[in-house]
């Protein structure tokens, strides 16, 4: 594997005549729906840059929407996958399973936050795993509806369309939708109507309003929020607002989501977006919430079948019941730490950082706070 010059480089016009020819293959070939931001066509990829057929290198603000947080073609990342391809390429894990499944559920067990006993399951999209996550804290409540946020985004399947809060253009054209989806108010400091030092409590304060009077609250199954917005706006909700939100989901026996797709390992400093309030998503695993306590917790969290029915192939983690940051990521960064951040990062979606003034936010602290209890 030659490494690729971390440099800019730009031969021809863009788009290139190689990327012109691919082009109009492309238009002949490939579905309309099918967008692409930039008019040329990758070569090879290594670290920041991309290059393209026509000998172009472009630095790759992309990262593929946000994945390649160790770097394109990370050495550690190559080397594993081939020897995996090299071992088997595939056998289904529900057909015949394999130990790196399993290691993973083991890593992200330790990785993720709260120190409670925890089991994942692995989806091969983030639209899946949200859905999953909706499959299993329905099955788990035995309630329906589900509540999310303005200017959140979920996937492009059908129920994470109606999850989704832009119309233009994720659902435009495509519905109807799946029922019993509630939107409500996201601290959005930098548009708040009073100011983004109010824009935490007062957000809070609408949200669990809405939520009480308008779905009520015992009927929410799982409240889905990603900790930064994505292609909402990169959007950092104002502090408070989420372990706000927490609570009042624990102290009603609700599932709490964290949908780090796009906020992704590590780009927040953490290895969890949510950790910057130290919030653990999930049913209420400490007993906490008031009339939560009986229907979640280390002794009862969900279990039953939704293994089995919720299929799919590894990919993205479904982010069920998270733990915490131990030895463990200290291992995994000495044994294969190539590129900027932990090699996690690279399976999992990032999340760009705010300029502190735009979003009434702060830039995120790259410090890691002494664990607390959730919410
Ligand atoms: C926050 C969030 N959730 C879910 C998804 C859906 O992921 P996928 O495109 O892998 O289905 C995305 C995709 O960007 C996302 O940003």
Redesign the pocket.
Known sequence: MTALPQERRVVTAIPGPKSQELQARRTAAVAQGVGSVLPVFTARAGGGIIEDVDGNRLIDFGSG?AVTSVGASAEAVVRRASAQLADFTHTCFMVTPYEGYVAVAEALAELTPGDHAKKSALFN??????ENAVKIARAYTKRQAVVVFDH??????NL?MALTAKNMPYKHGFGPFAPEVYRVPVAYGYRWPTGAENAGPEAAAQAVDQMSKQVGADNIAAIII?PV???GGFIEPAKGFLPAIRRFAADHGIVFVA?????GFCRTGQWFACEDEDIVPGPDHDGEGHRGRSAAGRRHRPRGDHGRRARGRPG?HLRRQPGGLRGRARRHRDDEGAGPQRPGAQRH?GVMKCPPDRHGGEVRRHRRRPRAAAR
């Open positions: 929407i999209s983030g639209a899946e795993a949200v959140g985004y979920h996937g492009r399947t994470t990603e917005l994505g292609e949908d780090e797709i796009q906020s993205r979606r």
